[in-house]
């Protein structure tokens, strides 16, 4: 059994900031990469941001400048600190982990249940 419980939504005005927390526990105990996604009404789920457990990041291009995706790999957990947010960030924002029960396990997604990040304009 895994958990991931994320915190931080709201809403905010266009040009404020958010920051998003995210932590795994459970019985998984080897993650590859942690991250977010979202989706807004009527859309498909894309990805915001990941971190591997080494600290390389991907950022979509929509975010990149904007978001600044982190970890503590000990905490098992990772942030997102959103800035200048526009109303097209809107949406559910959904936790990611790829990882495994042990290392010899075979790698598995899994999935928050998603906090809601709305921007008025």
């Not at 990805?47 to 400048?65: P, R």
């Not at 904007?66 to 936790?95: G, H, W």
Request: proline content about 2%; overall charge positive; some cysteine.
């Amino acid at each position: 059994q895994v958990q991931l419980v994320e915190s931080g939504g709201g809403l905010v005005q266009a040009g404020g900031s958010l920051r998003l927390s995210c932590v795994a526990s459970g019985s998984i105990s080897v993650i590859d990469s942690m991250g977010w996604y979202r989706q807004a009404p009527g859309k498909q789920r894309d990805l915001v941001a990941t971190i591997t457990s080494h600290g390389s990041t991907n950022y979509a291009d929509s975010v990149e400048g904007r978001f600044t995706i982190s970890r503590d790999t000990a905490k098992r957990t990772v942030y997102l600190q959103m800035n200048s947010l526009k109303p097209e960030d809107t949406a559910v924002y959904y936790c990611y982990v790829r990882g495994a029960i042990a290392t010899w396990g075979l790698r598995r997604d899994y999935w928050g249940q998603g906090t809601q990040v709305t921007v008025s304009s």
